[in-house]
Structures are given as structure tokens and as C-alpha cells.
T-cell receptor, first 110, second 114 residues
Framework: RKEVEQDPGPFNVPEGATVAFNCTYSNSASQSFFWYRQDCRKEPKLLMSVYSSGNEDGRFTAQLNRASQYISLLIRDSKLSDSATYLCVVNVHSWGKLQFGAGTQVVVTP | GAGVSQSPSNKVTEKGKDVELRCDPISGHTALYWYRQSLGQGLEFLIYFQGNSAPDKSGLPSDRFSAERTGGSVSTLTIQRTQQEDSAVYLC????????????FGSGTRLTVV
């Protein structure tokens, strides 16, 4: 079983619509959670951290459910520029080794 | 420099040859990580450096893989006797101490073994 699992998609989303997707993690000792964005043939870039109380950054909302061991990302008012692969990232250690999911592809269409 | 720099950006090598991949982290970042990403896969951790020492090299897939870091700065990942399954994008990241939110990736080296 993979340590971080994601629905690979693609999620095809009309421009302006809302899309949401989850990822699950297997290690209950996981300490930190992140969403990264990766564009085609580019390096991953931090989109946002995920906090226990849930957090928002503009059109993006992240939630953490420790009991069920999943995190979610919701994108409101989708833009064409939101088309990318979204990587769910978990940290088990006190230092920076990160565990990455394989990503969820989002395609925003005009 | 302003970001994490990796070289070469692309490398095609023949099966059985050795290759060296270089990573120049952000100045002052003491932590450095190597990952690899195969086509359609998530990033796979290879090795972590804190300064010049590697407290976690658990992700190195075989003894053909080795890495070093000198002067607390530049790191080199060496793959000996390359195999076709080594083909992937090798990504380096650096961070200030262990601050995970400060993680910055380089643009990677795309390795193709033919």
C-alpha cells in the first residue's frame, strides 16, 4: 500500500466551477501536510500548507481530517491557469523528508 | 544564487555508463534532498543531507547510487553502471535547517538511459 494515495484524475472542470479532491495517508504519526502544484515538465512548488483547523488561501481551501487520515483541496472559481497536477505531501519526521502522492491532474476548460 | 540550480538539465547516457548529477542549493540552506520522479509517478525520496553529513540515505535504490556534499553547499549524485530503470527526473531541493515550508526544488535533471 502506498503511503500517500491520490485519485490520479483527470478532473475536467469548466472555468469558474469548483473542484475538490482528497488524498489519504497511511501513517497516523504524520506531522505536517502540504499541497504542492506541479506543471507539466516542471518542478513541484508549494501551494499551501494544511493545518488542523483548515485554512484558506484565496480561492484554495485545504482541510485535514486526522481521524480518517485524509486531506482535501478545494479550488473555487477555477481559472485556466489552475490546470496542473496537485501533489499531496505528508511529513512523518521532525526533519524535512517528504512523502509525495502521485498527484491529481486538474484540467480547467474554457 | 536565487534558486536551486541543477545540471545538466538533460542527460542521455548509454546503459552501463556512470553519470554525475549536480545540485547547487540556495545559499545558506543547510538541508539538501534528492528525489527522483519516474514518468507518471510521485516523487521518491533518495537521500537527505544536513550540512555535509547524510543522516538518511534510506531511499538510495541500490549500491550503484551514491551522493556527497562538500562545503555544506554543492551536492553530487552519482549513478554507476546505469540501467534503463534509472531513467527518471532527478530533483534536488534545499531548505533552511529543517523548515519544511522553506523547501525549494531545482528544475531537475532528466536522465535517459538508452
Amino acid at each position: 500500500r502506498k503511503e500517500v494515495e491520490q485519485d490520479p484524475g483527470p478532473f475536467n472542470v469548466p472555468e469558474g466551477a469548483t473542484v475538490a479532491f482528497n488524498c489519504t495517508y497511511s501513517n497516523s504519526a504524520s506531522q505536517s501536510f502540504f499541497w504542492y502544484r506541479q506543471d507539466c515538465r516542471k518542478e513541484p512548488k508549494l501551494l499551501m500548507s494544511v493545518y488542523s483547523s483548515g485554512n484558506e488561501d484565496g480561492r484554495f481551501t485545504a482541510q485535514l481530517n486526522r481521524a480518517s487520515q485524509y486531506i482535501s483541496l478545494l479550488i473555487r472559481d477555477s481559472k485556466l491557469s489552475d490546470s496542473a497536477t496537485y501533489l499531496c505531501v505528508v511529513n512523518v519526521h521532525s526533519w524535512g523528508k517528504l512523502q509525495f502522492g502521485a498527484g491529481t491532474q486538474v484540467v480547467v476548460t474554457p | 544564487g536565487a534558486g536551486v540550480s541543477q545540471s545538466p538539465s538533460n542527460k542521455v547516457t548509454e546503459k552501463g555508463k556512470d553519470v554525475e548529477l549536480r545540485c547547487d542549493p540556495i545559499s545558506g540552506h543547510t538541508a539538501l534532498y534528492w528525489y527522483r520522479q519516474s514518468l507518471g509517478q510521485g516523487l521518491e525520496f533518495l537521500i537527505y543531507f544536513q550540512g555535509n553529513s547524510a543522516p538518511d540515505k534510506s531511499g538510495l535504490p541500490s549500491d550503484r547510487f551514491s551522493a556527497e556534499r562538500t562545503g555544506g553547499s554543492v551536492s553530487t549524485l552519482t549513478i554507476q553502471r546505469t540501467q534503463q530503470e534509472d531513467s527518471a527526473v532527478y530533483l534536488c531541493a534545499s531548505s533552511l535547517l529543517d523548515a519544511q515550508e522553506d523547501y525549494t526544488f531545482g528544475s531537475g535533471t532528466r536522465l535517459t538511459v538508452v
